[in-house]
C-alpha cells in the first residue's frame, strides 16, 4: 500500500521568507501524481500545485514550486516570498495514475503559521 | 454552478444515533468519494463509488454505510454513532478515468458525538 508521511506537524516562517515543507512517500508504481493542498481555517481544499512522476522537471505554480525527487521519494514544497494568506494546513497526497485508481493518499499535514 | 454540497456543516450526536451525511454534486462526475479528517491523521478514504449502483470500501469503512443510486448523490450513513466517529468529514468528486486530480471537495462536515 502507498503511504505519504510529513515529518513537520508544524512550520512558521516570517511574512517575505522562504519555507520549504517536506514529503516522503513509498509506492511501487512507477506511474502516479503528487500533490500539494492547501486548507485554511475555512475547511476548504484547495489545490496548489501538481506534479507528474513521469515528468522530470519540478511543477511551479507562482511563488510555490516542489522539488520532485523520484528516486529519494521525495516532494517538498517552497513557497517564496510567503504571504500571511499562505497561513494554512499543507497536506501532501499521492494517487496513482492507472485506470480505475482513483484514490488519494494524504500525508498527515504540516500547519504553516506566518509572522509578520 | 454549486459543485459539492455538503449537508449539514456541522452536527452533534448522541453515542447510538444515525444520521445521513449528504453530498450532492451538478457537475457530472462519476467518481465520487468520502473522506474524514483527524488531527495529525491526514485525510483517510472512507468509501468510494466509480458510478450509480457501484461503491466500494477505502481504508476506514467500519461504522460507514453508503450507497449511489444516482450520479448527483452520495449519502454517507452512520448507523449507531461512535465517540471514534468524531471527526471533519469531506466528499471529494471527479472526473473517472486514468489519475491525475481533478478533485472537487465539499466544503465539509464537521461531526461531534457525544
Known amino acids: 500500500a502507498q503511504t505519504v508521511t510529513q515529518s513537520q506537524p508544524e512550520m512558521s516562517v516570517q511574512e517575505a521568507e522562504t519555507v520549504t515543507l517536506s514529503c516522503t512517500y513509498d509506492t511501487s508504481e512507477s506511474d502516479y501524481y503528487l500533490f500539494w493542498y492547501k486548507q485554511p481555517p475555512s475547511r476548504q481544499m484547495i489545490l496548489v500545485i501538481r506534479?507528474?512522476?513521469?515528468?522530470?522537471q519540478n511543477a511551479t505554480e507562482n511563488r510555490f514550486s516542489v522539488n520532485f525527487q523520484k528516486a529519494a521519494k521525495s516532494f517538498s514544497l517552497k513557497i517564496s516570498d510567503s504571504q500571511l494568506g499562505d497561513a494554512a494546513m499543507y497536506f501532501c497526497?499521492?494517487?496513482?495514475?492507472?485506470?480505475?485508481?482513483?484514490?488519494?493518499?494524504f500525508g498527515q499535514g504540516t500547519r504553516l503559521t506566518i509572522n509578520p | 454552478n454549486a459543485g459539492v454540497t455538503q449537508t449539514p456543516k456541522f452536527q452533534v450526536l448522541k453515542t447510538g444515533q444515525s444520521m445521513t451525511l449528504q453530498c450532492a454534486q451538478d457537475m457530472n462526475h462519476e467518481y465520487m468519494s468520502w473522506y474524514r479528517q483527524d488531527p495529525g491523521m491526514g485525510l483517510r478514504l472512507i468509501h468510494y463509488s466509480v458510478g450509480a449502483g457501484i461503491t466500494d470500501q477505502g481504508e476506514v469503512p467500519n461504522g460507514y454505510n453508503v450507497s449511489r443510486s444516482t450520479t448527483e448523490d452520495f449519502p454517507l450513513r452512520l448507523l449507531s454513532a461512535a465517540p471514534s466517529q468524531t471527526s471533519v468529514y469531506f466528499c471529494a468528486t471527479r472526473y473517472s478515468g486514468t489519475g491525475g486530480g481533478g478533485y472537487t471537495f465539499g466544503s465539509g462536515t464537521r461531526l461531534t458525538v457525544v
Open positions: 506534479q507528474e512522476a513521469y515528468k522530470q
Open positions: 497526497a499521492y494517487e496513482k495514475g492507472l485506470q480505475g485508481a482513483q484514490k488519494l493518499v
